[in-house]
């Protein structure tokens, strides 16, 4: 009786503890539209930072202390004196950035394509504020940072190789000429390099074989930093475009970082995307997390070389979740919360908020693309309802607002209330690339109307209402249409309020909420 006492009194304690060691999680970490994921451990907390293209503000960092659960604590570029996009599209702007901190500073670098090149900002903490950019000289894409020894290195890829140099890292001046270090293993784009020092060796990770289907991680080393790189002959330590993987919802694996957690585990953030339907993919390319083996003097193994799923199974850090955000109907619209974007940098004067409304003031449509009236949210869940109630009190010829599914200037579909002659009109117009498609109904003299778009894997469903309790369905379209591979770019869905001005300067419309769930 004594021992039966003494094991369940012993069970007792040990649940909470093997409770908080999880044996599988859930990929995407970060789900959404969150490409080319960096990392960086300081103590017990994990910071992530995410390319952002033509969206402003840039650069969302998360904070976690499992690699599990993860929360937006702001955005790096804030000011458009350090994120200038004009003219930016889906295809430009900020490229994939590094997060490194050194001697008790911050530092991100990264590309503005199209607006300066290559350049960090600096921060004594992650949340800022953030520094003016310091421009650098190497160009290239996906920059990173190594120091060792007092002296800062910079890595990028200018001519299908990885090039390293010297940098003053206050100023960005380049300290030595640069010098090549590796191509790759033959696949395309060798980009987005990382350098580690393990063991006395120099790790040198790469993603090649561009950032669609054929995307992977490849590695090598060298005693010296310079080189010359010796590669894994078991290259490339990560990728699904394989017989193992080509079953699996999750495909472009590649563009990753590794990271030591305190116990001394190794893992690896890196983004990848999920078909919805077929080939398609919508809600762009997030990020992911999977465990590493990374033995004394040995080459890293991912995931014990299985290809990477969305439920996987691993021994996890204690689970440490943030308190969940209790959601309210229909909430206030709050734009200085860090998860709102705009398209290229936002006319302030355009949006004015006032008593928990947002009054939009009428810009250029969402395809001429030149700073158009848009703020919104990354689609985070392939299942979710996006509503809002939209008022034209004030209304003036030509004058649209509503919501939009966004995923690049050619490629949106726009729900919004307009006006024909005495009447209002709900109206859905769809946009890919040369192809339009025009659904509308008239709804008289309502010049109020409450818009709801219902997403699945593979559709969105348009709905309006005038009441919250009777919803009418306009149209059904494919989320396909708005997928990368018929869209293009480089980013996946926000869905946001925007407003057109029609043909008088001045137009406004309210929106009393904006709610997803």
């Known amino acids: 009786m004594k021992k039966l006492f003494l094991a369940l009194f012993s069970m007792m304690f040990m649940v909470p503890v093997l409770a908080q060691r999880a044996q599988n999680y859930t990929n995407p970490v970060i789900p959404g539209y969150h490409p080319d994921p960096s990392i960086c451990r300081v103590g017990d907390d994990f910071y992530v930072v995410n390319s952002s293209f033509q969206y402003f503000p840039g650069v969302p960092i998360y904070h976690s202390r499992d690699l599990i659960n993860w929360?937006?604590?702001g955005n790096v570029l804030t000011r458009e004196s350090q994120l200038p996009l004009k003219g930016a599209t889906s295809w430009l702007g900020i490229y994939a950035p590094t997060l490194r901190y050194h001697d008790g500073l911050w530092y991100m670098i990264t590309t503005n394509v199209g607006n300066g090149g290559n350049f960090m900002v600096t921060a004594k903490s992650p949340e800022g504020p953030w520094s003016e950019p310091i421009w650098l000289k190497q160009e290239g894409i996906d920059p990173s940072l190594f120091w060792e020894n007092g002296k800062c290195y910079m890595m990028s890829n200018p001519g299908d190789c990885i090039w390293l140099c010297e940098i003053n890292p206050k100023t960005g001046k380049q300290l030595t000429?640069?010098?090549?270090?590796?191509?790759?293993?033959?696949?395309?784009?060798?980009?987005?390099?990382?350098?580690?020092k393990k063991d006395g060796w120099y790790y040198l990770l790469i993603s090649e074989g561009g950032t669609e289907l054929a995307h992977s991680l490849t590695i090598a080393r060298s005693r010296d930093i310079y080189g010359p790189y010796e590669p894994n002959p078991d290259n490339p330590i990560l990728t699904n475009?394989?017989?193992?993987?080509?079953?699996?919802?999750v495909q472009g694996t590649g563009h990753g970082d590794f990271v030591q957690a305190p116990d001394g585990s190794w893992?690896?953030?890196?983004?990848?995307?999920r078909n919805m339907g077929g080939s398609y993919h919508h809600m762009g390319r997030e990020t992911y997390l999977a465990p590493v083996e990374w033995k004394e003097g040995e080459w890293p193994v991912v995931n014990g070389g299985e290809p990477i799923d969305t439920l996987m199974k691993a021994t996890t850090l204690p689970l440490k979740p943030f308190a969940a955000k209790k959601?309210?109907?229909h909430e206030k619209i709050d734009l200085n919360s860090p998860e709102w974007v705009h398209l290229q940098n936002p006319i302030s004067a355009n949006y004015e908020q006032r008593n928990g409304k947002l009054r939009l003031y009428g810009a250029g449509s969402l395809t001429e693309n030149n700073r158009p009236t848009f703020v919104g949210k990354r689609q985070e869940s392939a299942r979710m309802t996006v509503e809002t109630e939209v008022e034209m009190a004030d209304f003036k010829p030509g004058q649209t607002a509503g919501l939009s599914v966004y995923q690049i200037n050619d490629g949106h579909m726009d729900f919004y209330l307009t006006r024909r002659g005495d009447y209002y009109i709900v109206h859905l117009?769809?946009?890919?690339?040369?192809?339009?498609?025009?659904q509308m109904y008239v709804i008289g003299d309502h010049s109020k109307v409450k818009l709801r778009i219902v997403a699945d894997e593979q559709h969105y469903r348009f709905e309006y209402s005038f009441d919250g309790l009777l919803w009418q369905?306009?149209?059904v379209h494919d989320a396909a249409l708005v997928s990368t591979e018929m869209a293009g770019g480089f980013t996946g869905v926000v869905v946001g309020m925007f407003a057109t001005q029609g043909h008088v300067r001045g137009s406004y419309a309210d929106f009393s909420y904006f709610d997803v769930y």
């Not at 475009?241 to 919802?249: F, H």
């Not at 769809?430 to 498609?437: F, V």
């Open 327 to 329: 959601r309210q109907q």
């Open 177 to 196: 000429e640069s010098r090549p270090l590796w191509r790759g293993t033959g696949g395309r784009y060798p980009e987005g390099p990382h350098i580690y």
């Open 267 to 273: 893992w690896l953030v890196f983004l990848a995307y």
């Open 429 to 438: 117009h769809a946009k890919l690339k040369s192809m339009e498609d025009d």
């Open 241 to 249: 475009c394989n017989q193992k993987g080509q079953g699996k919802q």
């Open 473 to 475: 369905t306009l149209t």
């Open 71 to 73: 929360q937006q604590v």
